[in-house]
């Protein structure tokens, strides 16, 4: 069984920070791609940031610049430091990873989502 569970969401004002970090536990072998993805209310889940296993990065381009997605492989976690935020990053937030356990064949884990609000 494979958790990834997320914390770090919360209320914050325009131009502030929070540090969304997701945690995986359970019986893995490797966890290869993990990604954070956000869903605004009415709206489809979309791609915020993603990093490979060996630590290439990928960002949506309104938040280029402003966030930062991390990896510590030794702690199976994956953080998204969010800067400089703005109302439109409301959303909830999501972690995914690309993780081979026991089964064999890698496959897509989710987490629960973590909310963030900024207010203006």
């Known amino acids: 069984q494979v958790q990834l569970v997320e914390s770090g969401g919360g209320l914050v004002q325009a131009g502030g920070s929070l540090r969304l970090t997701c945690a995986v536990s359970?019986?893995?072998?490797?966890?290869?791609?993990m990604a954070w993805y956000r869903q605004a209310p009415g709206k489809q889940r979309e791609l915020v940031a993603s990093?490979?296993?060996?630590?290439?990065?990928n960002y949506q381009d309104s938040v280029k610049g402003r966030f930062t997605i991390s990896r510590d492989n030794a702690k199976n976690t994956v953080n998204l430091q969010m800067n400089s935020l703005k109302p439109e990053d409301t959303a909830v937030y999501y972690c995914?990873?690309?993780?081979?356990?026991?089964?064999?064949?890698?496959?897509?884990?989710w987490g629960q989502g973590t909310q963030v609000t900024v207010s203006s």
């Open positions: 995914k990873g690309f993780i081979a356990t026991l089964r064999g064949v890698p496959n897509n884990y």
């Open positions: 359970g019986t893995i072998l490797g966890i290869n791609d």
């Open positions: 990093i490979t296993g060996g630590g290439s990065t």
